[in-house]
């Protein structure tokens, strides 16, 4: 295990990158910053994902399906940093399209909390090795989104 710890801003760069490529559903690029061994928490799914093969599966069932996600925006984002890697903590608001006919698709706008734990490589790069999705609460949902209840 590496004794140096990141920086601050090299984890805030590694997370908006996953963020990115995420809130324009670019696979390729989404799936290349989780370690093959990531294991993933959604709270929306029966079990947990042991790997990232298992979470491509998903993704591929969901992109089958016609999802799409339109919009991603990271807010009150916290990092902690240690020896060897990271904790970013973020609240998400995310916005997608769901179904194949595009004359009558379903749009959804959710707010969640997001930790991701990174790892820190031997080149000195990051790579998230968890995710874990959680709800937040209605009121913080709707202060999050500026929405009125």
């Not at 984890?11 to 993933?40: C, M, Q, R």
């Not at 709270?43 to 994902?49: F, G, Q, T």
């Not at 925006?73 to 902690?80: A, I």
Request: charged residues 20%; negative net charge; hydrophobic residues 40%.
């Amino acid at each position: 295990m590496s004794t140096v710890a990141p920086t601050e801003s090299d984890v805030l760069a590694a997370a908006a990158k996953i963020v990115e490529a995420f809130g324009t559903t670019n696979t390729e690029e989404y799936f290349s910053h989780f370690a093959p061994d990531a294991s993933f928490i959604f709270h929306p799914e029966a079990s947990r994902l042991d790997d990232r093969a298992s979470y491509e599966k998903l993704w591929g069932s969901w992109l089958a399906d016609g999802w799409q996600v339109t919009g991603c925006q990271s807010t009150d984002q916290l990092v902690h940093v240690f020896a060897g890697g990271a904790v970013f903590s973020h609240s998400v608001a995310t916005q997608t399209r769901s179904g194949n006919d595009p004359e009558n698709y379903t749009i959804d706008s959710y707010v969640e909390r997001e930790t991701i734990v990174f790892r820190l490589e031997a080149d000195g790069s990051l790579i998230a090795i968890h995710e874990h999705l959680s709800t937040v609460p209605e009121q913080a949902a709707t202060e999050a989104t500026g929405e009125t209840a």
